[in-house]
């Protein structure tokens, strides 16, 4: 079955710090990929996605391309923020949909801590 | 702005009891989804619906059912609460296929804790 595959944290980084979260996937077909972040007390929010290999997706200064030939959709920022504190999720679905029809398939989610 | 919301934010049941959980979006929707979320685990896939009156299982159906009588609103039933069963749930909304700008929507979520 699919499967999504992210780095554990927590992440704890310093204020301006350049962020990288690892996400790679397992599929049977071609399918979408999201972040999301999910702030303290919180639901879900979408970050960004992407729909088909080598889009890149971006929001809020937060970047992640989809690489097919290395099944991996790793979030970047440039310079962090004490208010991107949060958990991050990447996702994946299967159906054709761009991800709103279909169940989503989750990572385990990756704690970030920002320190000022 | 799309707004999800459930009936509870925190909840506490006793091992055995019938639990409902409510979910109700305000955009006109298809598509709803629950979802239960544990440290270490993630969200995973309850059961989702495309219609009013249907519905299909997710990755971990078991011990649970759902019901869609109207269009707005999606519940998630314990038929009999386990303390396995303590958890964080999520409920999500989604317009139809075929928009490629469509996403899931998410509740602020219930936490259940089964004593």
């Known amino acids: 079955g699919d499967s999504v595959t992210q780095m554990e944290g927590p992440v704890t980084l310093s204020e301006e710090a350049f962020l990288t979260i690892n996400c790679t996937y397992t599929a049977t077909g071609y399918p979408s990929l999201f972040w999301y972040v999910q702030y303290p007390g919180e639901g879900l929010q979408l970050l960004l996605k992407a729909t088909k290999a080598d889009d890149k997706g971006s929001n809020k200064g937060f970047e992640a391309t989809y690489r097919k030939e290395t099944t991996s959709f790793h979030l970047e920022k440039g310079s962090v923020q004490v208010s991107d504190s949060a958990v991050y999720f990447c996702?994946?679905?299967?159906?054709?949909?761009?991800?709103?029809?279909?169940?989503?398939?989750f990572g385990k989610g990756t704690h970030l801590i920002i320190q000022p | 702005d799309v707004k999800v919301t459930q009936s509870s934010r925190y909840l506490v049941k006793r091992t055995g009891e019938k639990v409902f959980l409510e979910c109700v979006q305000d955009m006109d929707h298809e598509n709803m989804f629950w979802y239960r979320q544990d440290p270490g685990l993630g969200l995973r896939l309850i059961y989702f619906?495309?219609?009013?009156?249907?519905?299909e299982k997710g990755d971990i159906p078991e011990g649970y059912s759902v019901s869609r009588e109207k269009k707005e609103r999606f519940s998630l039933i314990l038929e009999s609460a386990s303390t396995n069963q303590t958890s964080m749930y999520l409920c999500?909304?989604?317009?139809?296929?075929?928009?490629?700008?469509?996403?899931?929507?998410f509740g602020p979520g219930t936490r259940l804790l089964v004593l």
């Open positions: 996702a994946l679905s299967e159906g054709d949909s761009g991800g709103g029809a279909d169940g989503l398939t």
């Open positions: 619906s495309y219609d009013v009156k249907m519905k």
């Open positions: 999500a909304s989604s317009s139809r296929a075929g928009d490629p700008q469509e996403t899931q929507y």
